[in-house]
């Protein structure tokens, strides 16, 4: 199924990352990190159900650090 969670450095970053992936077309969504994936960062991630090897492109050249990609735990 991929892995549609992509954790950024701060909530900020998040929602930053989440308005460019939406100016691109692409569904994105502020979301905590699945507990068990919270290694480093604030514990969120932007949740891309389609599209997120693209989306991990577009945040990077967009200078958003990427920490790590993450399923998520379908608890929604």
Do not use: F, Q, W
Request: net charge positive.
């Amino acid at each position: 199924m991929g892995e549609p969670m992509i954790m950024v450095n701060s909530i900020t970053y998040a929602m930053k990352g989440r308005d460019i992936l939406l100016s691109h077309g692409i569904k994105a969504y502020v979301e905590r990190t699945p507990r068990s994936n919270v290694t480093g960062g604030c514990g969120y991630s932007i949740y891309v159900p389609e599209r997120t090897d693209e989306a991990v492109k577009i945040l990077t050249d967009a200078g958003i650090k990427i920490l790590g990609r993450a399923e998520r735990d379908g608890t929604s």
